[in-house]
């Protein structure tokens, strides 16, 4: 679990610098409200100092002066490097201390407990801090580095902090840092405390998966889900894809859970994530699809009972049965079904449920039939923040393998992974011992579509098409939307059969909670049996721009809900691509990723 010796080094440093900066970077890739880049671009003069001095300016005083800051991430390449100057910048600011994971790792949803849970010796709370994360994509000295800011509440900063952060990145000149401050040794638990430019200035250098465990504990219960790994009757396989998880998963799965030790892969953490791409899908998690029974090669070998994956900072999750693949908007709606019979957290009941608009409606049938209040959000996870913070919202997820709950304000991978084991533990109590047969992944699913209906659902990505293109693509939809009658009568001279639209709009959220509006979400075409196109539109840049379609196939005849996905969504996927003049607006004959 770490080291437990605590020591204590005392450094005094009395200047800080302020360094000029000669070029200045306004031109951060904001993706879901935070910048990542290719390393080299942090690597340049002033470029990460640039953006953590804004940042600092576009906080309250408090939440700098005399204040406790969170610096860890994901371990990918450049990180530790980064804490050391974040550290210092931290200490010229006037922060009180700084919190740091062992080794610079934390994960991003164990940053969201720690500054939520986390109570230092003198009684210290944190009021936010900076994550080192380029997300699920790859890191080494020629990959991604990123970095965000979160808030005191452990969610993401709001875009009114953001749009702060942005704006002082164009004017910065010059930015504090305690140069003298010698490194801090983050390979080793303890504090090490200074006498820094403005006070005291303390390091505290520490192993977050205490905290985080302590916290699962309050969720779930443990003893049930030891109950279900230790059983010879099941097996499990968990694929942290070299990524931040791993710093949790042996302490998780293994020590308390009594999972063995070799059902664990990737779970070493490495500054390039095994030269891997850290993303929990069926691409890019070859080995543990391979395991699962769901990979291209014949094998011989009996795959395990459950499987799942994490990305680079575990907060994204993919779940596995035997042979059998869960999609992340089935995965949201089954924990909601299950949660109150399964999870202690939940045994009072839930407070109400969300999902990203893009999202399959999975999850609003769960709402509708357990009457439970429902919200359809626009992508970030903020605005499922919002809601939790309201106490509107107990369970929320979205279709990019995101699931999370409101003990924290990030998405959790390792809590949807113990949300599962618990629904599993929870239908084979009876089950572990004797001849009785196990309930499996798949038998859970498919009892779920014999109940709420099946959501046969897929996501075309078109990327770096030409943006006036692109831009032209989507004002045509929004355009056919003002009569609906010819729409219709389009898409029957498309497919005959496919149902009638029944509404369509481009999407757009009032806030419940903060009256805030969020316009140009999505372009929706609803579908009289409860099928959906959704089209959206990112990166506009002058790269290219990426067109998202997504296409999603009601069924709700119990008879109907085993076919093959491709088979069942056909007609639509026929009627998205003719209706939005695809190819002949991007000049492409097939997408670039289907997920």
Known sequence: MGMNRVFQFVFTSTSTSKKRCMTHYGYFLMIDFFPYYQVTVFQ??????????????????????????????DGRYFSKDAVQIITKMAAANGARRVWVGLNSLMSTPAVSAVIRERVGADGSKATGAFILTASHNPGGPTEDFGIKYNMGNGGPAPESVTDKIFSNTTTISEYLIAEDLPDVDISVVGVTSFSGPEGPFDVDVFDSSIDYIKLMKTIFDFEAIKKLLTSPKFTFCYDALHGVAGAYAKHIFVEELGADESSLLNCVPKEDFGGGHPDPNLTYAKELVEQMGLGKSSSNVEPPEFGAAADGDADRNMILGKRFFVTPSDSVAIIAANAVQSIPYFASGLKGVARSMPTSAALDVVAKNLNLKFFEVPTGW??????????????????????????????????????WLSILAFKNKDNLEGDNKLVSVEDIVRQHWATYGRHYYTRYDYENVDAGA?????????????????????????????????????????DPVDGSVSKHQGIRYLFGDGSRLVFRLSGTGSVGATIRVYIEQYEKDSSKTGRDSQDALAPLVDVALKLSKMQEYTGRSAPTVIT
């Open 44 to 73: 340049q003069p002033h470029y990460l100092q640039n953006f953590v001095q804004s940042t600092f300016n576009a906080l309250p005083a408090e939440e700098v002066k005399g204040a406790t800051i969170v610096v860890s991430g």
């Open 382 to 419: 903020k605005f499922f923040g919002n809601l939790m913070d309201a106490g509107m919202c107990s369970i929320c997820g979205e279709e990019s393998f995101g699931t999370g709950s409101d003990h924290i304000r990030e998405k959790d991978g390792i809590w949807a992974v113990l949300a």
């Open 470 to 510: 692109a831009k032209e693509l989507m004002a045509n939809l929004v355009s056919m939307q003002s009569s609906l009658s010819d729409v219709n009568k389009l898409i029957k001279e498309i497919r005959s059969d496919v149902s009638e639209v029944v509404a369509a709009d481009e999407f757009e959220y009032k």
